[in-house]
């Protein structure tokens, strides 16, 4: 078992930068997939970005060359570097532990709200 804290979330302006972070309590080196999602209101969750414990990633078409995933194993905290933020970026992202890169497992933290706005 695993719980997940999300922070760095907030308001920012279109073009801008944020840097997402997610702190497990336990160590991740052998937890193989580790991902970001996001749910706008009234919409799905959906996958943003995954991460291997290798360094592989599988990134969102839509935030492809936009976002960054990392993690940081010996501080067991995965990253999400967003730069160029869009308002359609707005939405709770969530971390996660994931089965692959595509596909969410049953750990979720409680996820931080990003604003994309003027």
């Known amino acids: 078992q695993v719980q997940l804290v999300e922070s760095g979330g907030d308001l920012v302006q279109p073009g801008g930068s944020l840097r997402l972070s997610c702190a497990a309590s336990?160590?991740?080196?052998?937890?193989?997939?580790m991902g970001w999602y996001r749910q706008a209101p009234e919409k799905q969750r959906e996958l943003v970005a995954a991460i291997r414990n290798s360094g592989g990633t599988n990134y969102a078409d839509s935030v492809k060359g936009r976002f960054t995933i990392s993690r940081d194993n010996a501080n067991n905290t995965v990253y999400l570097q967003m730069n160029n933020l869009k308002p359609e970026d707005t939405a709770v992202y969530y971390c996660?532990?994931?089965?692959?890169?595509?596909?969410?497992?049953?750990?979720w933290g409680q996820g931080t709200q990003v604003t994309v706005s003027e």
């Open positions: 336990r160590s991740i080196f052998s937890i193989a997939f």
């Open positions: 996660n532990v994931m089965r692959n890169y595509y596909n969410s497992g049953s750990y």
